[in-house]
């Protein structure tokens, strides 16, 4: 039986402390947002890395995983990092790893890998225990000089070892291979860049340092992905994402159209944009064509190999590949959006958001640090030598003495610094050099070590006491990483191309994401809207809700816009294609956009742009508008007549013909020339006709030439020339005169 723990006598009260909550809140959050920006999310801005990865390369170096060794399992490499530097999971520091490694992730990889380490597909990599790992020429460049005091050293997490604070980094690698991460209240994301364009930018701004970004950019033409691509931004957006530090690139995948023989045609895909898996592509890609928001495509096919390879197969031959591409992008990742936020640990100490000129700024600086301190160390350990070669020149001049004092003297250490005024460590160089040194042309070949180190100091103190000569080392440092990873190279040709976006009509892109076929839009009184399929020719089996009737139906495409106007004098644009099908009684107008509770439906008709409508008020207030203008791109729709209660949108009617024929609630009709009526974008408009109590009933536009029709109850249709419609022919704003004999009892022209 376990034993019961009691709780002390005194309540326990000696061993708690009260803490304010919200300071110790404060306090451990502020503790773990720190943590986050400095130790894991963010990269120092000199050498491009984040603790992770500069842990698993300086573990690398350790094991001696140079690129002319050979391979180590990562499962080791995992253990070195985990047990001595990053006390994390091994998953964590795996990922990492593989990532290093991958040349569709990484531009200039870091880590050369030797088996399954994953693929552009998205396939997960096989486990640490498979594969094999050691480094690439890359890293071999960010650790160049890390054993010559080029930078800090800390204490790992446990005390037992030292780590590099940041590595000296002779390659630009936060540019050239990109970063990206999620921290506390802040988030880095910067794209790979062509490492050449880099160097080359860098040259520049040595020998200018006052160089603008615009000049930079005459360098870095804008990012290189290792998936290449085409970005399709202007110059001008390039230049504001690289002054400011944030920004984006729209990246398209490359294509190309591939002849079948008989005037068939298919698309082949052959470079993704980057950070885009292949296969989720595809069957996004795939679900589309199921969901028929793809009409234009008829088939998709992933042929790749090494290389990617997908073909989509067009409908017919008589598709537009430019419009068939233009609705992919629009609705697949075959164009993403990669995002720039140069948001780096600047200094490594400050978390800041850079410009292009910014970051190679302050690399630049790092290797100026990195220059000075490696040359001291050097200049150390030159001096150290002279001084024991010094000791050795010495002892030769007087070799049977030094001989004689160590057979003979007790303390021969002591007694030959007193002779020859030696120092400690020239005493203990010689009492420790070898027996089958003391040749006679040892002299001279130290002599010449002498001497060849004496023109090395003086070089390096030469150095270090000029800011020229510093900065033209780093010069031709810059310019030995450009020449190994020039354009001439394999990897370090430019993957990604610049294009403009071609211009395609929107309407014939909308139009390609939507499946063509004839349906008859029904409206009832109520508001409630529906698309039967077909054109349906008798409209009195339409069945409606209770109290509910038929207010109007036509014909249409699900490619058509239909418009609807309302007595608040508002447009609202409604595609075909989203209206409800035909099952039921349809959805209320006000679920598919925001229309007001106090709005009705005027009328509804399909979009035709080349249009004018005729907007007119029940107070008979009105004006001409071309259709085009009334399209709203939103569910609040578009306010294009202005009227205020009591007074509301009565009639909407395509203009025709010269003249118009208005007739009141008082069965007066007037006819005046169109032209009088003002062409407006927005307003209340102007008087159509008068009246002294009641408001507009109908109105028709018509050619004078031709004559004013109606029909009437019995579907007959009468006609009144120009000449019998003189005595109604008058101005506009007029009262009229009482309609002509035979005119529908109903007041309408029919």
């Known amino acids: 039986m376990a034993k019961r723990v009691l709780p002390p006598q005194d309540g326990g009260g000696d061993h708690i402390e009260p803490v304010d909550l919200k300071k110790a809140l404060e306090e451990r959050y502020l503790a773990y947002a720190l943590s986050t920006i400095m130790h894991r999310a963010l990269p120092d801005v000199r050498d491009g890395l984040k603790p992770v990865h500069r842990r698993i390369m300086h573990a690398m170096r350790l094991l001696r995983l140079n690129p002319d060794q050979g391979f180590a399992k990562c499962a080791r490499i995992v253990g070195e990092v985990m047990g001595k530097f990053h006390p994390h999971g091994d998953q964590s520091i795996y990922d990492a790893l593989v990532r290093l490694a991958q040349s569709f992730s990484m531009r200039y990889p870091l880590v050369d890998g030797q088996g399954n380490f994953g693929n552009i597909d998205g396939d997960n990599a096989a486990a640490m225990r498979y594969t094999e790992a050691r480094m690439t020429e890359v890293s071999t460049l960010l650790l160049e000089g890390i054993t010559e005091d080029a930078v800090d050293?800390?204490?790992?997490?446990?005390?037992?070892?030292?780590?590099?604070?940041?590595?000296?980094?002779?390659?630009?690698?936060?540019?050239?291979?990109?970063?990206?991460?999620?921290?506390?209240?802040?988030?880095?994301?910067?794209p790979p860049h062509n490492a050449a364009e880099l160097c080359d930018a860098a040259l520049h701004l040595i020998e200018h340092p006052d160089a603008p970004v615009t000049k930079l950019m005459d360098f870095v033409q804008g990012p290189d992905f290792p998936t290449g691509g085409i970005i399709i931004d202007s110059r001008a957006s390039i230049l504001e994402a690289y002054e400011t530090g944030r920004g984006g690139f729209r990246v398209r995948a490359?294509?190309?159209?591939?002849?079948?023989?008989?005037?068939?045609?298919?698309?082949?895909?052959?470079?993704?944009?980057?950070?885009?898996?292949?296969?989720?592509?595809?069957?996004?890609?795939?679900?589309?064509?199921?969901?028929?928001?793809?009409?234009?495509?008829?088939?998709?096919?992933?042929?790749s190999a090494e290389d990617i390879r997908v073909v989509l197969v067009p409908k017919s031959r008589s598709?537009?590949?430019?419009?068939?591409?233009?609705?992919?992008?629009k609705l697949t990742e075959l164009e993403s959006r990669f995002p720039l936020n140069m948001n780096v640990l600047s200094r490594g100490k400050v978390p800041n958001v850079l410009s292009l000129k910014g970051v190679l700024k302050e690399w630049l600086e790092h290797r100026r640090e990195v220059l000075v301190r490696r040359s001291k160390h050097r200049l150390g350990e030159i001096e150290r030598r002279l001084e024991i070669l010094a000791g050795y020149l010495i002892a030769y001049l007087n070799i049977d003495e030094v001989i004689r004092i160590i057979r003979e003297e007790d303390e021969p250490k002591q007694v030959m610094m007193a002779r020859w005024s030696l120092t400690d460590t020239q005493a203990e160089a010689i009492l420790n050099m070898r027996l089958r040194a003391l040749r006679k042309l040892e002299e001279f070949e130290i002599r010449t070590e002498f001497d060849g180190l004496s023109a090395e100091k003086k070089q390096i103190e030469a150095l270090l006491a000029s800011n020229d000569k510093q900065w033209a080392t780093i010069k031709w440092e810059v310019a030995n990483?450009?020449?190994?990873?020039?354009?001439?190279?394999?990897?370090?040709?430019?993957?990604?191309?610049?294009?403009?976006?071609?211009?395609?009509?929107?309407?014939?892109?909308?139009?390609?994401?939507?499946?063509?076929?004839?349906?008859?839009?029904?409206?009832?009184?109520?508001?409630?809207?529906?698309?039967?399929?077909?054109?349906?020719?008798?409209?009195?089996?339409?069945?409606?809700?209770?109290?509910?009737?038929?207010?109007?139906?036509?014909?249409?495409?699900?490619?058509?816009?239909?418009?609807?106007?309302?007595?608040?004098?508002?447009?609202?644009?409604?595609?075909?294609?989203?209206?409800p099908g035909g099952r039921g009684h349809g959805e209320p107008i006000r679920i598919i956009v925001d229309m007001d509770n106090d709005q009705d439906i005027?009328?509804?008709?399909?979009?035709?742009?080349?249009?004018?409508?005729?907007?007119?008020?029940?107070?008979?207030?009105?004006?001409?508008?071309?259709?085009?203008?009334?399209?709203?791109?939103?569910?609040?729709g578009k306010q294009v007549m202005n009227v205020k209660a009591p007074d509301e949108a009565k009639r909407c009617i395509p203009v025709s013909g010269d003249h118009l024929?208005?007739?009141?609630?008082?069965?007066?009709?007037?006819?005046?020339?169109?032209?009088?009526?003002?062409?407006?974008?927005?307003?209340?408009?102007?008087?159509?006709?008068?009246?002294?109590?009641?408001?507009?009933?109908?109105?028709?536009?018509?050619?004078?030439?031709?004559?004013?029709?109606?029909?009437?109850?019995?579907?007959?249709?009468?006609?009144?020339?120009?000449?019998?419609?003189?005595?109604?022919?008058?101005?506009?704003?007029?009262?009229?005169?009482?309609?002509?004999k035979g005119f529908p009892r109903t007041g309408k022209f029919g």
């Not at 249009?611 to 259709?627: C, D, T, W």
């Open 153 to 190: 050293f800390r204490a790992t997490y446990n005390e037992e070892d030292e780590e590099p604070v940041v590595l000296p980094g002779a390659f630009p690698n936060l540019l050239a291979n990109g970063s990206s991460g999620i921290a506390v209240g802040m988030a880095t994301s910067i």
């Open 481 to 579: 990483v450009r020449e190994k990873y020039g354009p001439e190279t394999e990897i370090g040709k430019r993957r990604t191309l610049f294009a403009d976006a071609p211009e395609h009509d929107l309407t014939d892109i909308a139009h390609a994401m939507i499946e063509r076929e004839p349906v008859t839009v029904v409206v009832s009184e109520k508001g409630w809207l529906r698309a039967m399929k077909g054109h349906l020719t008798d409209y009195s089996a339409l069945t409606f809700k209770e109290g509910d009737s038929l207010k109007l139906a036509f014909h249409a495409q699900t490619t058509d816009k239909v418009l609807v106007f309302t007595t608040g004098g508002k447009f609202y644009t409604i595609g075909a294609d989203r209206l």
């Open 254 to 303: 490359k294509w190309g159209q591939e002849d079948q023989g008989r005037g068939t045609w298919n698309i082949v895909v052959t470079e993704i944009p980057y950070g885009v898996q292949k296969a989720r592509l595809i069957e996004k890609i795939a679900e589309l064509l199921i969901a028929r928001k793809l009409p234009l495509l008829e088939d998709i096919r992933d042929e």
């Open 661 to 740: 024929a208005i007739v009141g609630e008082n069965r007066k009709m007037l006819v005046f020339a169109l032209s009088e009526i003002p062409e407006m974008g927005r307003g209340k408009g102007v008087r159509l006709q008068k009246y002294k109590d009641g408001g507009l009933l109908d109105l028709k536009p018509f050619t004078l030439e031709a004559g004013l029709s109606w029909q009437d109850s019995a579907d007959r249709t009468f006609t009144r020339s120009r000449e019998e419609l003189a005595e109604w022919i008058g101005a506009r704003a007029s009262a009229g005169r009482m309609v002509p």
């Open 319 to 329: 598709v537009d590949p430019g419009i068939l591409m233009e609705s992919l992008f």
């Open 602 to 636: 005027v009328t509804a008709f399909i979009h035709d742009p080349k249009r004018k409508l005729l907007l007119a008020s029940h107070e008979a207030n009105g004006f001409i508008v071309p259709e085009e203008e009334v399209v709203a791109n939103t569910r609040k």
